[in-house]
């Protein structure tokens, strides 16, 4: 009889036990929560804004559409106007290419443009077809043998798809008066920080 009488009093005993280490338990866990929400974030997940990305475009026409006449062999032949954004840190210079892949004897260069200084947003309208440039730009031969630009002129058809595409470089370009496409690419190799485009479609 004293066995079961006292066996309510060991049962309380007990469960007032199991409650103390629970609640000591959770005490252990709480500073740990704790701790772990004041870590420094790794580097590279700043909470903050990203970084701009490098973007080009034209204020001529817009990506995808159609290249204005102005701008093609039926037109004028000036070359349209060009702003960038967002160059990398360390960049040099920019190089230009501007080429129609769409061309019956293969892709057909249009323009090339290299050493433009890395303080330049924009090329303005209508560029000189010189070689050199007044702010140290130089400007290579394209598929139609000329220096600077020529624009859209495919044959009758289809429409042909134009690209200009614009490299952010760590180094400024060595390369001989009249270099071509080729020439800038192979040069270019190692030193491309950033790549962007813009795309024109024109048809005759």
Not at 158 to 172: C, I, W
């Amino acid at each position: 009889m004293l066995f079961l009488s006292s066996l309510p009093h060991r049962i309380s005993a007990r469960r007032s036990c199991c409650a103390v280490s629970a609640l000591l338990m959770g005490l252990t866990v709480l500073p740990v929560l704790s701790l772990s929400s004041s870590l420094p974030l790794p580097q590279g997940s700043s909470k903050g804004a990203p970084a701009m990305t490098f973007a080009l475009r034209s204020p001529d026409f817009a990506d995808g559409a159609n290249v204005p006449r102005a701008f093609t062999c039926e037109g004028e032949d000036r070359s349209p106007a060009l702003e960038w954004s967002g160059a990398p840190a360390g960049t040099k210079t920019f190089a230009l290419i501007a080429d129609d892949p769409d061309a019956p004897a293969g892709t057909w260069v249009h323009w090339v443009m290299y050493n433009i200084p890395s303080t330049t947003h924009a090329l303005k309208g209508g560029m000189e077809k010189k070689e050199q440039l007044a702010d140290g730009s130089r400007q290579g031969r394209n598929d139609f043998r000329k220096t600077g630009y020529n624009g859209p002129c495919p044959p009758p058809g289809k429409a042909h798809r134009y690209f200009f595409k614009l490299y952010a470089l760590g180094t400024e370009l060595t390369l001989a008066p009249g270099a071509g496409k080729s020439d800038v690419e192979h040069a270019m190799e190692g030193h491309i920080l950033a790549r962007a485009e813009w795309m024109g479609r024109y048809k005759r």
